[in-house]
Structures are given as structure tokens and as C-alpha cells.
């Protein structure tokens, strides 16, 4: 049962355009949201998170938008440079106050290339 | 501040030996989890320490794997016996505050475990 899927494994697009990364969910309960990047032989990056009480976080270039009631979240970078060339993933977590636990359930990720 | 660290980065084992990862997650964080990543897909958490108390591990394999928090610091994870089907990357996470959802898990660089 796969909870969080992001269902393009690879975007390419041209520096200094927008790149426009997608990420959908089943779970309502979920209520945090993140989006890892991670490069080759390195452990995945935190990059920018929302809470569901939010539409929209900015961060410099990174901004993500979420949709509750169409249980879609996406990532957009503008402009786009060759350096965000990496595999974006999407995680949602639903904070359990009975277990104590905070499981994070990643998406397979997005193979990013942005073309100089 | 020095980052989560683990090793051996890369190990290449026969099937039906054992091997063992090690982690020292950031300094003062409480919380460490262990995940697993297999080729193509997205991060799956296999066990998560509040101190040195395992608060998850319905997803751990237990007739195989294992896992150690000695004094709520540095974490090891064994697995006796290998097969071929544990051939991933195990990567260690760990983060400050456990009770919200909003607590960032930072990621370790991971070790890329071949099972021959």
C-alpha cells in the first residue's frame, strides 16, 4: 500500500525555467509534509517542509504548495539551475500521541536534470 | 555542527554472513531512526529510538535483524543472517524533539550493503 506516491520518475527542464515536482497522498491523517533532496552516494537533505494548517511555504527559490482536499502536494524551484539536478523526495508524517511515534513514509522520488 | 555520521559506507557480504552498521546521530538529539532504502524506492523505516528505548519496530525483520541504542547516543544495526533481498542502503536518521510531527529527521550519508 503505497501511501505517498510521486508517480513521475524523471523531469528534465532548462536552467533558469521552472521545475515543477509533484507528490500525491492517500492518508488523511497525515499532517506534516517534506521534501528531501538527495545526490548520489549522500544521505537525502532536508529542503522544505509544510504543516497542513498551511497552503503554501516559500523558501528563496523553493516554494511548496499543498492541496488538502485533493490530498496533492507539489515542490516548485524557480529559476531552475543545474546544481538542483538531484532525486527529490516527497515524505509525510501523522504525528501518533499514543505510540509516541513519528514515522516518516517517503515517496519513490523524482529524478530532477536541469539541462545548462 | 557536525552532521549524522555511519559506517562503513560500503560493505559487500556472501549470503548468510553478518554484518553490523554503525551510527553516531547529531549531538543532543534524541530521537535516531534506522531506515532502509532499496534500489528504486523510497526510504522505509525499519526502527526509531527515543534515548535508548525503541519506540518502533513493527517494520524491522526480527528473526534477522537487530538494532542497539547504547546510552541513547550512538546506534548499530546487525543483521544475522544476510540474504540476498537486504542488498540497500541503510541510513540513519535522527532528530531533536519527538512529540510533533513538525520534528526534522536529518539523514545520515548511509551504507550501501551488497548481499552476494
Known amino acids: 500500500d503505497q501511501q505517498v506516491k510521486q508517480n513521475s520518475p524523471s523531469l528534465s527542464v532548462q536552467e533558469g525555467r521552472i521545475s515543477i515536482l509533484n507528490c500525491d497522498y492517500t492518508n488523511s491523517m497525515f499532517d506534516y509534509f517534506l521534501w528531501y533532496k538527495k545526490y548520489p552516494a549522500e544521505g537525502p537533505t532536508f529542503l522544505i517542509s509544510?504543516?497542513?494548517?498551511?497552503d503554501k511555504n516559500e523558501d528563496g527559490r523553493f516554494t511548496v504548495f499543498l492541496n488538502k482536499s485533493a490530498k496533492h502536494l507539489s515542490l516548485h524551484i524557480v529559476p531552475s539551475q543545474p546544481g538542483d539536478s538531484a532525486v527529490y523526495f516527497c515524505a509525510a508524517s501523522a504525528f501518533d500521541y499514543g505510540g509516541a511515534t513519528n514515522k516518516l513514509i517517503f515517496g519513490t522520488g523524482t529524478l530532477l536534470a536541469v539541462q545548462p | 555542527e557536525a552532521g549524522v555520521a555511519q559506517s562503513p559506507r560500503y560493505k559487500i557480504i556472501e549470503k548468510r554472513q553478518s554484518v553490523a552498521f554503525w551510527c553516531n546521530p547529531i549531538?543532543?538529539?534524541?530521537?535516531l531512526y534506522w531506515y532502509q532504502q532499496i534500489l528504486g524506492q523510497g526510504p522505509k523505516l525499519l526502527i526509531q529510538?527515543?534515548?535508548?528505548?525503541?519506540?518502533?519496530d513493527s517494520q524491522l525483520p526480527k528473526d534477522r535483524f537487530s538494532a542497539e541504542r547504547l546510552k541513547g547516543v550512538d546506534s548499530t544495526l546487525k543483521i544475522q543472517p544476510a540474504k540476498l533481498e537486504d542488498s540497500a542502503v541503510y541510513l540513519c536518521?535522527?532528530?531533536?524533539?519527538?512529540?510533533?510531527?513538525?520534528?526534522?529527521?536529518?539523514f545520515g550519508p548511509g551504507t550501501r550493503l551488497t548481499v552476494l
Open positions: 536518521a535522527s532528530s531533536l524533539l519527538l512529540r510533533a510531527s513538525t520534528d526534522t529527521q536529518y
Open positions: 509544510i504543516s497542513s494548517i498551511k
Open positions: 529510538f527515543q534515548n535508548n528505548g525503541v519506540v518502533d
Open positions: 549531538s543532543g538529539h534524541a530521537t
